[in-house]
Nanobody, 115 residues
Framework: VQLQASGGGLVQAGGSLRLSCTAS????????MAWYRQAPGKQRELVAG????????GYADSVKGRFAFSTDNARNTVYLQMNSLKPEDTGVYYC?????????WGQGTLVTVSS
């Protein structure tokens, strides 16, 4: 399985971006999918997660109310809509998927929020 992430870029504080992650296979086969981010000099952290089969989502406290995770099963794609972006949201965002047997990571997409 391959995960292709896209949608990162440079945006001013208060702006929005939508990240996409397209899987080479059906996303409903995954037990869970998530977005992680890694800021410069910091550890990778979980931002948002979803169970594609049931649509259950969870968010880090730092992004609740600003970020929204959605899926398009027909396109094998998940999205992370990021609104009201803050400079502290800057980092490389990674798409992650977990199946019964394996974990998969996308290549990362850089989000830079300027103040």
């Amino acid at each position: 399985v391959q995960l292709q992430a896209s949608g990162g870029g440079l945006v001013q504080a208060g702006g929005s971006l939508r990240l996409s992650c397209t899987a080479s296979g059906s996303i409903v086969s995954f037990a869970a999918m998530a977005w992680y981010r890694q800021a410069p000099g910091k550890q990778r952290e979980l931002v948002a997660g979803i169970m594609p089969g049931g649509g259950i989502t969870g968010y880090a406290d730092s992004v609740k109310g600003r970020f929204a995770f959605s899926t398009d099963n027909a396109r094998n794609t998940v999205y992370l809509q990021m609104n009201s972006l803050k400079p502290e949201d800057t980092g490389v965002y990674y798409c992650y998927a977990r199946s019964i047997r394996s974990d998969f990571w996308g290549q990362g997409t850089l989000v830079t929020v300027s103040s």
